[in-house]
């Protein structure tokens, strides 16, 4: 006999507003399972960082809200739980944009992801070390003042920082943002290391859906804030009309 497993992530019919009237988000609904990657697609203005801040519930200082629909974490209700109490249940979140403070250094950015855990010396040490065998270049750059390192070592200190709260899901938006191909690519390989060796989920927002596809178990495609396709990640690589109509670009051909 099998069983429903228990959910993890589940967004139900979700509708977020900024201000008193900006309807960014209509009607999301998508899940993620536990241990999978997902890609959240979708133009510039699709409504993928607003989803994304609905979960987390950052969407407070832009003066924005959830105003229908469920957000539920293993079966609960989190609509109305703080940033740092979901942090605290395994949920975090890497804005876009690689939000790192720039005057201080590589290991100070990443040690500020602890301060929501009450951490020994030696277990602050411990996530720490664990985060440079990700990321081994930080470990080399650790000395060095976060604004002086490249756009890529700046993705994987605020990717770092967020590790260190020891998450189950987290929320990443647009890794790729200005990055080279290549360093991206280095990127995604390392969540996907993360993703097998440790079973840590991600719920990734990318414009780079050719790219996220790789990646992802799953993925949904957003238009105008609403869900306009979803599947798993290998049905929406094959469709052509999800290069076409929803991504804005021809579908990679095959190298011969
Ligand atoms: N702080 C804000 N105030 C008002 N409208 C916003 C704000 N942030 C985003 N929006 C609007 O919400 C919609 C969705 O934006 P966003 O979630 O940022 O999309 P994406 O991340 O897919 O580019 C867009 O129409 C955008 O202009
Ligand atoms: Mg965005």
């Known amino acids: ?25 209509h009607d999301v609904s998508l899940k993620v399972g ?16 607003t989803t994304l801040k609905a979960i987390s519930n950052l969407l407070g200082p832009a003066r924005g809200r959830v105003s229908k629909g469920d957000i539920l974490w293993r079966d609960e209700q989190i609509n109305d739980l703080s940033a740092s109490k979901l942090v605290a249940r395994g949920i975090v ?7 790192v403070f720039q005057q201080l250094t590589v290991e100070e950015n990443i040690l500020s992801g602890a301060f929501v855990r009450k951490l020994s010396r030696n277990a602050l040490r411990e996530s720490l070390e664990q985060v440079y065998t990700w990321f081994p270049y930080l470990k080399q750059k650790r000395k060095i003042k976060a604004g002086l390192t490249s ?7 605020a990717i770092g920082r967020a590790l260190m709260t020891k998450p189950r ?3 990443l938006d647009e890794p790729s943002m200005g990055l080279a191909p290549i360093v991206v690519q280095e990127i995604f390989e390392i969540l996907r290391g993360l993703n097998r060796g440790s079973g840590v989920s991600f719920l990734l927002a990318e414009q780079n859906a050719n790219l996220a596809l790789k990646y992802a178990d799953h993925g949904y495609i957003l238009e105008m804030g609403r869900v306009a396709l979803s599947g798993t990640a290998e049905e929406l690589r094959a469709r052509d009309d999800v290069h076409d109509f929803y991504l804005g670009g021809a579908k990679p051909s095959v190298p011969h």
Do not use: C, D, P
């Open 34 to 49: 536990e241990g999978n990657i997902v890609a959240l697609l979708g133009a510039n203005g699709a409504g993928k960082s």
């Open 1 to 25: 006999m099998t069983h429903e497993k228990a959910g993890f992530l589940e967004v139900r019919n979700v509708e977020a507003l900024y201000g008193q009237a900006i309807l960014a988000v």
């Open 151 to 157: 756009g890529g070592e700046q993705q994987m200190v």
């Open 93 to 99: 979140q890497v804005l876009e944009g690689r939000h």
């Open 169 to 171: 899901l987290v929320l």
